[in-house]
């Protein structure tokens, strides 16, 4: 331990230029490390801001004297203020969102017009909606527009109002169709006459998450109807894959379904009466008889429908009139069914399944001692097993024309690359924690660079020069005894010429470090 603190300090006084260098390069690391150590930790305040935005919030920030740190659109404050300060800023309407809200009709003056109060109220509202919209946990922030007609004094003048919606996602985030839907019917509802249909959305990578209902053409399926396919399809999948699984092992089963479904929409009305089972219902009966005077006879005409004078008399052949009615009304009641049928969408119409079983493998040895691997199908009573447990999984209809194929056949072993779906996804760094990981980072690198430019040098030269001290104290003594006397030391073998030109070569390098060898020998002599 003496002699390497000897070295050192022989080091330092021969070397003072390295020696302060190294000094240098240690105490500004660890400066660096204590200053930034001491300062006040920042936390993020607001991050992915617009421009705008972000020059309202630091020119706040300036006024109210916080100390900030920016880096690219975030804004950092020292961590124990960072709640106060978002409070503060948001008492004075900050951040805005990139659009303003009806805090627009905060500061408004008397001589506005008409149009004015408009344009501000369609501001007003698109800035709202946009700020709700980026409430969403996968969107950073979006914008709407919309388009408002004027209203007609006809209903036939009236025109359809419209709305489009872009949204930027958050990196590696995606929107769900259940949340595209939320944010079409949040538009639609904010608006007077706006359906949903009317409202688009997409988004910055310029993909549209909304699309055509298709029911103007009722020839073309719709995609919410595609979807609804899709689903039946995709669930009697992983229910007959989970199943058949189970038995024959995993991924060994490979099942495929086609599902027709009904996407008529069908409203009946029937009224079926039965003609046997009518009842009276109402019965009514009516007889009538009249008994009258003489019946004019004789030649018709004028005079024989004269009346007869007071003296004339009667003829002698006339007789009195009678007359007899009978009616009769019976009103039956039918009995009458009436249905008013709604089937439903989206009933399945026939089912098509196919599902593929790997066989079994056994391994054996060929003439050379290789081992392979020998396939062997299924037996047809155990695919026949299979069959039975699919049609009662999928619930088979022999009458709506369902099809069941259950087939055995050899699987590749070997995956290609096409069959291999990668969904990375894009790492997204929390932006809070990127003035730690600078903080830590830069002295970790310090540190590193300072241990591998300089330590390490300095130690491996260190190590050399006591190697060649251990050489001097290993060599001196017997060329010293050697030479007592005054005589010449023999030239000896070619490994001792070699000995006595690296002792040279050492003395010459290192002269103090052989004297101070030298006088701890006569010291202890």
Not at 18 to 39: C, D, P, R
Not at 167 to 175: A, D, M, N, R, Y
Not at 233 to 262: F, H, I, P, T
Not at 286 to 297: D, N, Q
Request: charged share 25%; hydrophobic share 40%; proline share 4%.
């Amino acid at each position: 331990m003496d002699k390497l603190l000897e070295s050192i300090i022989s080091f330092v006084a021969k070397r003072p230029a390295v020696t302060l260098a190294v000094a240098a390069a240690a105490i500004a690391a660890i400066a660096v490390s204590v200053l930034w150590n001491q300062g006040p930790e920042y936390q993020t305040l607001y991050a992915q801001l617009s421009d705008e935005d972000s020059g309202a919030v630091i020119e706040k920030l300036k006024e109210k004297r916080i100390p900030y740190s920016v880096d690219g659109s975030t804004i950092s404050v020292p961590a124990d203020k960072v709640y106060e300060t978002r409070m503060e800023l948001a008492g004075e309407g900050l951040p805005q969102g990139g659009g303003v809200g009806f805090e627009i009709f905060d500061k408004t003056s008397f001589g506005v017009t008409d149009f004015v109060q408009k344009v501000n109220y369609k501001r007003a509202l698109q800035g709202e909606l946009a700020r709700t919209i980026a409430q969403i946990k996968e969107v950073e922030s979006a914008r709407v527009h919309l388009a408002l007609p004027e209203k007609g004094v006809f209903l036939d003048e009236q025109k359809k109002a419209r709305a489009s919606v872009i949204v930027k996602l958050k990196p590696g985030k995606e929107l769900s169709q259940g949340q595209v839907s939320s944010i079409v019917h949040l538009v639609a509802n904010s608006t007077d006459n706006l359906k949903p249909q009317d409202v688009a959305v997409v988004d910055t990578a310029g993909r549209m998450w909304t699309r055509e209902s298709g029911g103007e053409n009722p020839l073309i399926l719709s995609s919410t109807q595609l979807e609804y396919k899709k689903g039946i399809e995709n669930d009697y999948e992983q229910r007959l894959q989970s199943m058949l699984e189970k038995a024959v092992g995993v991924n060994k089963v490979v099942a495929r379904v086609s599902a027709e479904v009904d996407t008529k929409h069908v409203e009946r009305t029937e009224e079926r009466f039965d003609p046997d089972g009518q009842v009276v219902r109402s019965e009514q009966r009516g007889k009538e008889k009249s008994i009258g005077g003489t019946v004019a006879l004789g030649v018709p005409g004028v005079l024989s429908n004269m009346p007869e004078t007071a003296q004339a008399q009667a003829p002698a052949n006339s007789t009195p009139s009678q007359s007899q009615r009978q009616d009769e009304v019976i009103n039956y009641e039918i009995s009458k069914v009436t249905s008013h049928v709604v089937e439903p969408i989206g009933s399945i119409k026939r089912l098509t399944v196919s599902v593929l079983v790997d066989g079994t493998y056994q391994t054996v040895k060929d003439a050379d001692g290789k081992e392979a691997r020998n396939y062997t199908p299924r037996a047809d009573d155990e695919l026949a097993k299979y069959t039975e447990m699919v049609k009662g999984a999928v619930g088979f209809d022999e009458s709506r024309g369902d099809v069941i194929s259950v087939v055995s056949a050899p699987f590749e072993q070997e995956t290609s690359e096409a069959e291999v779906v990668a969904t990375e996804k894009e790492y997204y760094f929390p932006p809070q924690l990127v003035p730690v990981a600078m903080k830590y980072g830069t002295v970790l690198l310090i540190t590193a660079l300072t241990l591998i430019f300089v330590v390490r040098p300095i130690m491996k030269r260190l190590m050399q020069e006591r190697a060649a001290l251990e050489e001097i104290q290993h060599k001196l003594p017997h060329a010293l005894a050697a030479g007592q006397g005054g005589a010449m030391l023999d030239a000896g073998t070619d490994a001792d010429k070699d000995s006595v030109n690296r002792l040279k070569g050492v003395v010459k390098e290192n002269p103090q470090q052989v004297a101070m060898v030298l006088k701890n020998w006569i010291k202890e002599k």
